[in-house]
């Protein structure tokens, strides 16, 4: 098994571009979430997904954009890039909402929005 | 709002002290609680899974205690080393929002 596999590793975008951060997981995990971590703030929720064709807000879910259209894959739209939104952006997947199932991350996409 | 919360931000031992990480949360009607390890430029290695059920759980030289009603957890490392140098992060799983909300973690590092 890959586990959770994320593309790109690094990037870097200008004001306004938009982008879409890849991530896949192999496990045939039903939850998928995306993270981003800044300094001193900790990890934050922006989207998540309880299965194919469900997804729901996070935390910070504002200029972000999010599909699950198969179990696997579970995109992430920067509609119009702004340099708030440089970080580290993690995808997460598990089982499903049980109490026995462990979070797994991907490897995270370093974000630099000029 | 489920907040989570890590003390102390940064930890420096000296090799083979045994060492406690605390970490803190204010919903107790959580599912589990994970303990994670990060490595700079990394992502989230899962280290221990607590059950809201169980009191603690042991890997190794690692062990996780849960106490549900005062809304704490400690992570045990015993004989520390090196490698064990990392940012520990805890985060709590379910209550009102069912999702993982994390601690701003520790930040470890263990001197040869």
């Known amino acids: 098994n890959a586990g959770v596999t994320q593309t790109p590793k690094f990037q870097v975008l200008k004001t306004g571009q938009s982008m879409t951060l890849q991530c896949a997981q192999d496990?045939?995990?039903?939850?998928m979430s995306w993270y981003r971590q800044d300094p001193g703030m900790g990890l934050r929720l922006i989207h998540y997904s309880v299965g194919a064709g469900i997804t729901d807000q996070g935390e910070v879910p504002n200029g972000y954009n999010v599909s699950r259209s198969t179990t696997e894959d579970f995109p992430l739209r920067l509609l119009s890039a702004a340099p708030s939104q440089t970080s580290v952006y993690f995808c997460a997947s598990r089982r499903g909402g049980h109490s026995t199932d462990t979070q797994y991350f991907g490897p995270g996409t370093r974000l630099t929005v000029l | 709002k489920q907040e989570v919360t890590q003390i102390p931000a940064a930890l420096s031992v000296p090799e083979g002290e045994n060492l406690v990480l605390n970490c803190s949360f204010t919903d107790s009607a959580i599912y589990n609680l994970q303990w994670f390890r990060q490595d700079p430029g990394k992502g989230l290695t899962s280290l221990l899974l607590i059950q809201s059920s169980q009191r603690e759980q042991t890997s190794g030289r690692l062990n996780a205690s849960l106490d549900k009603s005062s809304g704490r957890s400690t992570l045990y490392i015993a004989a520390s080393q090196p490698g064990d140098s990392a940012t520990y992060l805890c985060a709590v799983y379910g209550g009102a929002t069912n999702k993982l909300i994390f601690g701003t973690g520790t930040l470890l590092a263990v001197q040869p």
């Open positions: 496990m045939n995990h039903e939850y």
